[in-house]
């Protein structure tokens, strides 16, 4: 054992002993102190973004309406027409109807509105503006003569505007749709002017139609000796006949849909000279009597056909003097 000491302490001390020596410090170099393992680290300051302007909003000025667009607003303004008091039937307001008018109509959402066409008019189209936000729909009533057209609208919101035009066998109507959030008009419909004119007219016609010709007319007085000559046109009359005072040129009906000929009462010696008459119905009345007479219609190719009184119907060779 003290053997194995001996060898110990002889081994290290035959080793050799290395030794560093310090470089001194320069005074340019200064030490580099150490970060402590419990130190808080020093944040390094970062430079703030630079802002960038925002773009300048450019603001375009609303382009006046044009002479044009500014006449269209104003027709459409003023051929508008809006629900009257006065024009209430019950419920119903009664429109006058008029070519090329706009007719108000009040809707509300839930409600439907009923716009009630002529008795007997056909539909042909039903056209609206908003078919997303509005309904329409049809339906009729009554049979016959009297059956009738009802369209029908209601909008799904208020504060909705649109157009409806409905075309018919008749005639076409535009109307102006507006809702609102409650007040709606439980139904329109319209009367027709010239339909009533038209049947005062036809109703006028048929009465002097059916008038006598003449007042006072003794039938053992009228003379019926008159011959009808020449052309064959679609107005040619049926007869002619007097009561010593006036005498009467009978037409056919179709005197009525066609131009009417001019009368010309024929001298001695055959000159024509334009008579004055009154038109009744198919009767021309001359405050005259008269041998011969001519009814003349046409230029190039003039057609002509002579009344004689009392004459044989033979054509005669001065049918076309003048």
């Given at each position: 054992?003290?053997?194995?000491?001996?060898?110990?302490?002889?081994?290290?001390g035959?080793?050799?002993?290395?030794?560093?020596?310090a470089?001194?410090?320069?005074?340019?170099?200064?030490?580099?102190?150490?970060p402590?393992?419990?130190?808080?680290?020093?944040p390094?300051?970062?430079?703030?973004?630079?802002?960038?302007?925002?773009?300048?909003?450019?603001?375009?000025?609303?382009?006046p309406?044009?002479?044009?667009m500014?006449?269209?607003?104003?027709?459409?303004?003023?051929?508008?027409?809006?629900?009257?008091?006065?024009?209430?039937?019950?419920?119903?307001?009664?429109?006058?109807?008029?070519?090329?008018?706009?007719?108000?109509?009040?809707?509300?959402?839930?409600?439907?509105?009923?716009?009630?066409?002529?008795?007997?008019?056909?539909?042909?189209?039903?056209?609206?503006?908003?078919?997303?936000?509005?309904?329409?729909?049809?339906?009729?009533?009554?049979?016959?003569?009297?059956?009738?057209?009802h369209?029908?609208?209601?909008?799904?919101?208020?504060?909705?505007?649109?157009?409806?035009?409905?075309?018919?066998?008749?005639?076409?109507?535009?109307?102006?749709?507006?809702?609102?959030?409650?007040t709606?008009?439980?139904?329109?419909?319209?009367?027709?002017?010239?339909d009533?004119?038209?049947?005062?007219?036809?109703?006028?016609?048929?009465?002097?139609?059916?008038?006598?010709?003449?007042?006072?007319?003794?039938?053992?007085?009228?003379?019926?000796?008159?011959?009808?000559t020449?052309?064959?046109?679609?107005?040619?009359?049926?007869?002619?006949?007097?009561d010593?005072?006036?005498?009467?040129?009978?037409?056919?009906?179709?005197?009525?849909?066609?131009?009417?000929?001019?009368?010309?009462?024929?001298?001695?010696?055959?000159?024509?000279?334009?008579?004055?008459y009154?038109?009744?119905?198919?009767?021309?009345?001359?405050?005259?009597l008269?041998?011969?007479?001519?009814?003349?219609?046409?230029?190039?190719?003039?057609?002509?056909?002579?009344?004689?009184?009392?004459?044989?119907?033979?054509?005669?060779?001065?049918?076309?003097?003048?």
């Open positions: 054992m003290k053997a194995v000491l001996l060898a110990a302490t002889m081994l290290v035959a080793a050799p002993v290395f030794t560093q020596t470089a001194p410090p320069q005074a340019s170099q200064s030490p580099v102190p150490l402590s393992p419990t130190a808080t680290p020093t390094v300051p970062v430079a703030a973004p630079i802002p960038t302007p925002a773009p300048a909003r450019v603001r375009h000025r609303p382009k309406p044009s002479p044009a500014l006449r269209v607003r104003t027709a459409n303004r003023e051929a508008t027409q809006d629900p009257q008091a006065r024009a209430f039937v019950n419920a119903v307001q009664v429109y006058p109807f008029s070519e090329g008018a706009l007719y108000r109509l009040y809707a509300a959402p839930e409600r439907v509105t009923d716009i009630a066409l002529q008795p007997g008019e056909a539909v042909i189209s039903v056209a609206a503006g908003d078919t997303v936000r509005w309904t329409v729909g049809d339906t009729t009533s009554g049979t016959g003569d009297g059956k009738r057209v369209i029908l609208v209601k909008p799904f919101a208020a504060g909705l505007s649109t157009n409806l035009i409905i075309t018919t066998d008749r005639r076409a109507y535009h109307v102006q749709l507006e809702s609102t959030a409650a709606a008009m439980a139904a329109l419909s319209w009367t027709y002017p010239q009533e004119l038209i049947a005062i007219r036809r109703a006028a016609e048929q009465e002097k139609a059916a008038a006598p010709v003449a007042s006072g007319l003794a039938i053992e007085q009228l003379y019926f000796g008159y011959a009808i020449g052309d064959n046109p679609a107005w040619r009359p049926l007869r002619a006949f007097d010593g005072r006036q005498t009467f040129i009978e037409f056919p009906a179709s005197i009525a849909v066609g131009e009417a000929p001019p009368l010309f009462v024929l001298g001695e010696t055959g000159d024509a000279q334009l008579v004055n009154r038109v009744a119905g198919r009767f021309y009345i001359v405050d005259r008269f041998a011969a007479a001519e009814l003349r219609l046409g230029e190039k190719k003039q057609a002509v056909v002579r009344i004689v009184r009392g004459g044989s119907g033979r054509r005669s060779s001065r049918r076309r003097a003048s």
